[in-house]
């Protein structure tokens, strides 16, 4: 199945701001993240298709899943 | 108190009242600069200063924000710019909540940082700021560090409260405090050429969505540091959010969160239907 990707902010920096990515049926959010050498602690903000997910979140063929960083500073 | 009404008037012919009127009404009878002007405001008068706020502010919406108390939790890169905006704004009461004193490190971002200052309480550094821009405003400065026990006390005052802190775990906490409160929550934070805005209104539980995943107490500034223009964008829009709350206008970015990528020069708006809506 195919899904989108999408990564913001330090996420793109060595990896990419948008692509699609082939993954067999049943792969979790957090699997992806590990494809993706994205450590535990780079991730804040998860979506599917535009709706807050867990990294357990079980991905369906078309799916949107953006991620972005922790920001914290003031 | 009819003397003064009657006193002002009479120096604002033309619906305008200058500064030094101001200061003389309060002088010939004995009232507060802040009690001028809100007399004043309450009559339509209204002080140059907010001349050009224009049709923007009408004189009764400058008048509600005057009567208005906003509390500003944190007071480093954004906290310096939301205190400078809402004191010019008009907002008339102001908590100012930090326990820091300014290093040379705090210079390349915040405002009220100087090479006079360092060693100062930033929260000293910001009353005397307000008083040199806008004496009419009340500032009340608590140098504690903010934390869930003591929060709902410090916040007790304000009608909405703006999140400058640093760090995660207490930004929890004022979340927290003002959902209890049941205060809307101005969230903004910043790393690097990163950062994000909303508006959290009671019940709405925004930060936890934000921030719950989360495994670290600092996001991406520890290493990407904070540069000056950041934390002015992102406190920027917290005032503008902060000034639409207190006078109930416009749309506000609650259930989204504002993420802005300076480098790349986007505004993503990200919807934040979460677990719990």
Known sequence: MQITVKLFATLRKGRFKVSSLELVPGTEVGQVADQLKIPREDLALIFVNGRDAELDHVLKEGDTLSLFPPVGGG | ?277
């Open chain 2, 1 to 277: 108190m009819k003397e003064l009404i009657e006193y002002l008037r009479s120096r604002a012919e033309t619906g305008l009242l200058d500064w030094n009127a101001q200061v003389e009404a309060a002088e010939k009878y004995s009232f507060t600069m802040a009690r001028v002007e809100e007399m004043a405001l309450k009559e339509g008068i209204l002080p140059v200063r907010y001349l050009r706020n224009g049709s923007t502010i009408s004189r009764e919406q400058q008048f509600r924000l005057f009567q208005s108390s906003v509390a500003v939790v944190g007071c480093g890169g954004l906290g310096g710019y939301v205190i400078e905006e809402l004191a010019r704004l008009g907002v008339g009461r102001l908590t100012i909540i930090d326990y820091d004193f300014f290093e040379e490190h705090n210079l390349n971002r915040q405002l009220f940082s100087s090479m006079e200052n360092l060693g100062q309480a930033k929260v000293s550094a910001a009353v005397k700021r307000v008083k040199k821009i806008n004496p009419a405003v009340t500032v009340k400065i608590i140098e504690e560090k903010f934390d869930i026990l003591k929060g709902l006390e410090m916040l007790s005052e304000a009608h909405v409260a703006a999140d400058a802190l640093d760090g995660i775990s207490v930004r929890l906490e004022l979340a927290d405090v003002c959902d209890r409160l049941k205060i809307p929550l101005v969230h903004g934070a910043i790393a690097g050429w990163y950062g994000q805005v909303l508006t959290q209104l009671p019940g709405e539980k925004s930060l936890e969505t934000l921030y719950r995943k989360s495994v670290v107490d600092t996001g991406k500034e520890k290493e990407l540091g904070n540069l000056p223009f950041t934390p002015a964008i992102v406190a920027s829009l917290q005032a503008a959010e902060i000034c639409k709350v207190l006078l109930n206008q416009g749309s506000l970015l609650s259930g989204r969160v504002l993420h802005i990528d300076l480098l790349e020069m986007e505004f993503e708006e990200v919807p934040l239907s979460s677990i719990f809506t």
